[in-house]
């Protein structure tokens, strides 16, 4: 298979948006047509020229979700940077780490976060340029996002583009993000497998509530667009938002995690169900779904739900419930259109259905690596196989079931929390002798955060810990119960039993 370039991958879209000029973007009432994306980043790409980002450059991108991150996103592709996109919550050491660590020399923000942006460049103790945009401004007249989005548009992109377009940040088991980077080939494969996959026309239209630094919106927004079809943009998910833009632009396709259904689930009464009548599909990721939400969510609102699986390091979709065929509500689906799944034993050998072992996954959409770090990449990606850390089985008839987690990963509505992390900011807390974070059940979250401490200072409380980590770590890595004990369960060799702690919370 001959790599797609990034080049091809842009001309691709550019031709999609340009069969005919329509409302592709749809953001709060303001629409934007194919030809103004278009237009729009050729003028990006233009202004990054300008400021001299050229061929393997970083742009990194802290915003909420609107039209311009997209818009962005492609213009910096074509002026031969790769993208990272931040996620928003991050606190200014975590936006400081990330941007040192990919090389990002540009960093595109919004003024409410300006602050932040400023203080965490700073940190780096490099040069690193900043667009801050203010977005407040109804006309958006504003000299700076004039110039960047409606500048040159006649911009040219150099055929030797590098094929890496996103650098994509997963939280690491050793406490520090690793970014995995995913190439023009497996984001083009992957955006064709979601087509396929959930039945993708160019009639569809799809609502983006989920943030687009994540690889789950954005794949399907780079997916809807290679397609023809059109978005509904919102900032976040909110729930009375988003029933009465789903009653007004009439979206066909949204994808969530189980907290999103579990919300709109508690709000169904007739005017809701009503308003979401234009829904065909539900896509449902990130964790898996308890079936009597599932089943609930279906039978109140008549929305058929696609649940799935994947990582970041897939770039986001591996197995799936197709949407035509059978589907076994409880499992992830089988493999999408391209991708070979199974479940591997410790030694790397097949095992039969109905084994539980760890699930690996092979295809053009697995990462091209981890950046700058080849011990960790040779770690994941074994043998041409991208190694996933949970645990599953296969049954008879190729759909596959998760059980566990290999990793200590917790996921809080959607959101990746790996412990390690939050244990390192407690840790150096005075007066902290141990910690240990696990997760525990939460039936909105599908997971809180937890904590249990061994404290040398017998007056320090669970509020001084929490507003501690509130300082350092975003929002929905903060832990929700803080529990002092004398000492954490350790085995023979001093190993930390973390099912014990798990279990001491049910």
Same mark, same amino acid.
């Given at each position: ?84 996109? !931040? ?111 959930? =039945? ?80 065909? !599909?539900? !896509? ?129 509505? =959607? ?92």
């Amino acid at each position: 298979m001959i790599p797609l370039r990034a080049i091809q991958l842009l001309q691709m879209m550019e031709e999609s948006l340009l069969k005919s000029i329509r409302e592709t973007f749809i953001f709060y009432g303001r629409t934007y047509t194919s030809g103004d994306i278009v237009g729009m980043y050729r003028s990006v790409a233009g202004y990054l020229t300008e400021l001299g980002i050229g061929n393997g450059d970083v742009v990194a991108i802290d915003l909420l979700n609107r039209p311009e991150l997209i818009i962005i996103i492609m213009g910096s592709w074509m002026a031969g940077a790769t993208v990272t996109p !931040i996620n928003v919550h991050l606190k200014e050491q975590e936006i400081s780490y990330q941007i040192a660590d990919s090389g990002a020399k540009i960093v595109f923000g919004e003024l409410s976060y300006r602050e932040k942006i400023e203080n965490a460049i700073e940190r780096t103790g490099v040069r690193v340029e900043k667009v801050i945009l203010d977005f407040d401004k109804g006309d958006l007249s504003g000299d700076l996002y004039r110039k960047v989005f409606h500048g040159k548009a006649n911009f040219t992109a150099s055929p030797d583009n590098p094929d890496d377009l996103f650098i994509i940040y997963t939280s690491g088991t050793t406490g520090k993000p690793k970014g995995a980077v995913l190439t023009a080939q497996n984001v083009y494969r992957e955006a064709i497998q979601l087509q396929h996959a959930v =039945g993708l026309e160019d009639s569809d239209r799809i609502i983006i509530i989920l943030p687009l630094f994540h690889v789950n919106n954005l794949m399907f927004s780079i997916a809807s667009i290679l397609k023809g079809g059109s978005l509904v943009i919102l900032r976040k998910f909110d729930p009375e938002e988003f029933f009465e833009s789903v009653k007004k632009y009439e979206p066909t396709i949204f994808s969530g995690v189980p907290t999103i259904y579990k919300i709109l689930l508690d709000s169904a009464n007739e005017g809701h169900i009503a308003s979401l009548s234009s829904l065909r !599909i539900g !896509i449902c990721g990130a964790a898996p779904m308890p079936v009597k939400w599932f089943e609930d969510f279906e039978k109140a609102y008549g929305i058929k739900i696609i649940e799935g699986y994947g990582m970041t390091e897939g770039t986001v979709a591996s197995t799936i419930n197709p949407r035509f065929g059978t589907r076994k509500i409880g499992s992830i689906g089988i493999p999408l259109p391209g991708q070979d799944v199974r479940i591997f034993s410790e030694n790397d050998e097949d095992l039969p259905p109905g084994q539980i072992g760890e699930i690996v996954i092979r295809g053009p959409n697995v990462m091209k690596g981890y950046l700058n770090r080849k011990h960790e990449t040779e770690g994941t990606l074994r043998n041409g196989w991208l190694h996933t850390g949970d645990l599953g089985y296969m049954d008879n008839d190729g759909y596959f079931y998760i059980v566990d987690r290999k990793k200590d990963m917790i996921i809080r509505g =959607g959101e990746n929390v790996y412990p390690k992390e939050v244990e390192n900011v407690i840790s150096t807390m005075p007066g902290v002798s141990e910690v240990a974070v696990v997760g525990k059940k939460d039936e909105k979250y599908g997971e809180e955060v937890v904590a249990f401490i061994v404290r040398k200072d017998a007056q320090m409380s669970d509020t001084q810990v929490i507003d501690f980590c509130k300082s350092n770590l975003a929002w929905y890595k903060c832990p929700k119960e803080i529990f002092f004990i004398d000492a954490l369960p350790k085995n023979s060799v001093g190993k930390i039993q973390k099912n014990e702690l798990r279990d001491a919370l049910k």
